[in-house]
C-alpha cells in the first residue's frame, strides 16, 4: 500500500557527482523520517543519511560529501552525491518511516526496490 520509486543512479567517473531521488506514494498519512542506506557486495546495509523533524545524521565515511534534503509536500527525499569515490559503488535504497491509518500513531518503515551506483574509471 505503500511504494517508494528511486531514480537517478548509474555510472560515475571518480570525483564525479551523482543525484539519487525518491518519491513514496500509496496510502500516506504522514512521514516520520526519509533516508538512503546502501549495500556493497560482501558487506552489510549501512545507513547513508536520514532526515527528519530532528534533522540530519549522515555517516562518517560520507560527511561533507553527501547531501540530504526533503520536501514534506511531495513525500520526496533527494541524495546529492559529489566527490564520489570507488568505495561509495553499492546498491542504494531509499527507506521512509509511514503512517498509513489515520487512528493509528506508529510508523512502519518502508523500502524501495534499490538503486546502483558504480564509481569507477
Known amino acids: 500500500q505503500v511504494q517508494l520509486v528511486e531514480s537517478g543512479g548509474g555510472l560515475v567517473q571518480p570525483g564525479g557527482s551523482l543525484r539519487l531521488s525518491c518519491a513514496a506514494s500509496?496510502?500516506?498519512?504522514?512521514?516520520?523520517?526519509m533516508g538512503w542506506y546502501r549495500q556493497a557486495p560482501g558487506k552489510q546495509r549501512e545507513l547513508v543519511a536520514i532526515?527528519?523533524?530532528?534533522?540530519?545524521n549522515y555517516a562518517d565515511s560520507v560527511k561533507g560529501r553527501f547531501t540530504i534534503s526533503r520536501d514534506n509536500g511531495k513525500n520526496t527525499v533527494n541524495l546529492q552525491m559529489n566527490s564520489l569515490k570507488p568505495e561509495d559503488t553499492a546498491v542504494y535504497y531509499c527507506?521512509?518511516?509511514?503512517?498509513?491509518?489515520?487512528?493509528?500513531?506508529?510508523?512502519?518503515?518502508?523500502w524501495g526496490q534499490g538503486t546502483q551506483v558504480t564509481v569507477s574509471s
Open positions: 527507506n521512509a518511516e509511514v503512517r498509513t491509518t489515520a487512528w493509528i500513531i506508529k510508523a512502519y518503515p518502508y
Open positions: 500509496g496510502s500516506i498519512v504522514s512521514i516520520n523520517t
Open positions: 532526515i527528519g523533524g530532528g534533522g540530519t
